[in-house]
Each structure stands twice: as structure tokens, then as C-alpha cells.
T-cell receptor, first 114, second 110 residues
Framework: GAGVSQSPSNKVTEKGKDVELRCDPI?????LYWYRQRLGQGLEFLIY????????KSGLPSDRFSAERTGESVSTLTIQRTQQEDSAVYLC????????????FGPGTRLTVL | RKEVEQDPGPFNVPEGATVAFNCTYSNSASQSFFWYRQDCRKEPKLLMSVYSSGNEDGRFTAQLNRASQYISLLIRDSKLSDSATYLCVAYTGGGNKLTFGTGTQLKVEL
């Protein structure tokens, strides 16, 4: 079946602009995660959605970052007033239920802020 | 101190060699552990879970040492296709997230 998809695959933007990144999880996966991976670094947790529960936003680095998910479907990550330090690959993952279940990652969106 | 720490490498080994990576974790409450593999400019994929009794999957063996708070990954008879970054991952119950290490880079050479 289809895996996790993300769009766009690459995004170049100017400092100060807003960007919106999209994630389509695997159908039936109740859990969805966003991570950030800077060049040569590990994965940094941003936010977690589980079904209709309140999301875990504990990893969002600032109030410029927000994310939404409608039910158990598509999620969007929005970064407002982008800064150069926001440049990274943004990875989305989905899983069946809890965090210790295998997470399936999308190919990521490579964001470059000029 | 990072929650999950790994030697970034790179580990350069000849084809056919045996190589081992260790990973330490700081939270003694961590319950589950995993190794993910990430190829260059690709997304991470689950390689194997790590069980208390240790587990083996073909050429790969993972072990957990709770007393010393580390997990290990052993790769036997390494192949060129094993070249990747190996991410050590911990799950601490009560939260909803996995904690990823920064990864250990492996390069298998002819």
C-alpha cells in the first residue's frame, strides 16, 4: 500500500515568509509525528497527534511553529516568519497507535530559508 | 547530557568485517529501544527492536544492558549495502515520543 507522503519535497523561501508543509500518513494510522533534522544532526521531535486527543506540542521550538491534523488524515506544519535557522529537512511519520510501534517516515520536505 | 548518545563515527570497515556500535541512554525509565537505519538523504526506517534478552535478525544482533544503560548493534559479514547511518532510539513510557540519537555513520568499503 501507499506509504507516508509529504509535499513539497523541496521548498526554498525568503526569510520572513510563511511556509506550509503537508503530510499524508498511511491510511489507518492513528498516530502522526513531525520531526526536524538539521544537516548532520539527529531527529528533533516537534509534535505528535494521536487520534482526536490533544496534540503533544512539547517539541515545537517557538510560537512561529504550529501544526494541525484533521481527524486521522492529513497534517500540515506551518512555520511563520521563517528564519535561516529553520532550514532543515522536516520529516513526518505515522504509526499504529503508540510511540513504540514502528514509525513509518515520509521522504521529508527539505526547507531552505535564504 | 543528551538523552541518547552515540559515537557519530564514521566507522570505515572492509567488506566482510564485523562492526559494533554502542549507544548510551540517560533516562533509566526508558522502556523500549530500537535501531533505525537512515540512508544518505533518505528517511529513517526501522531496522530492529531491542529486547532485554537480546535479539538477532540475520547478520544483525541487538543487545540491551539495563545496568549500564546502553544498547548495542552488531553487524557481521558487513556488506557494501550496510553503509548508512544507524540511529539509536529510546521510548520512555508516559510520553508520546521516541528520542533519537544523532546516529552512527557506517561506511563499508571494498
Amino acid at each position: 500500500g501507499a506509504g507516508v507522503s509529504q509535499s513539497p519535497s523541496n521548498k526554498v523561501t525568503e526569510k520572513g515568509k510563511d511556509v506550509e508543509l503537508r503530510c499524508d500518513p498511511i491510511s489507518g494510522h492513528t498516530a502522526l509525528y513531525w520531526y526536524r533534522q538539521r544537516l548532520g544532526q539527529g531527529l528533533e521531535f516537534l509534535i505528535y497527534f494521536q487520534g482526536n486527543s490533544a496534540p503533544d506540542k512539547s517539541g515545537l521550538p517557538s510560537d512561529r511553529f504550529s501544526a494541525e491534523r484533521t481527524g486521522e488524515s492529513v497534517s500540515t506544519l506551518t512555520i511563520q516568519r521563517t528564519q535561516q535557522e529553520d532550514s532543515a529537512v522536516y520529516l513526518c511519520a505515522s504509526s499504529e497507535g503508540l510511540a513504540y510501534n514502528e514509525q513509518f517516515f515520509g521522504p521529508g520536505t527539505r526547507l531552505t530559508v535564504l | 547530557r543528551k538523552e541518547v548518545e552515540q559515537d557519530p563515527g564514521p566507522f570505515n570497515v572492509p567488506e566482510g568485517a564485523t562492526v559494533a556500535f554502542n549507544c548510551t541512554y540517560s533516562n533509566s525509565a526508558s522502556q523500549s529501544f530500537f535501531w533505525y537505519r537512515q540512508d544518505c538523504r533518505k528517511e529513517p526506517k526501522l531496522l530492529m527492536s531491542v529486547y532485554s534478552s537480546g535479539n538477532e535478525d540475520g547478520r544483525f544482533t541487538a543487545q540491551l544492558n539495563r545496568a549500564s544503560q546502553y544498547i548495542s548493534l552488531l553487524i557481521r559479514d558487513s556488506k557494501l549495502s550496510d553503509s548508512a547511518t544507524y540511529l539509536c532510539v529510546a521510548y520512555t513510557g508516559g510520553g508520546n515520543k521516541l528520542t533519537f540519537g544523532t546516529g552512527t555513520q557506517l561506511k563499508v568499503e571494498l
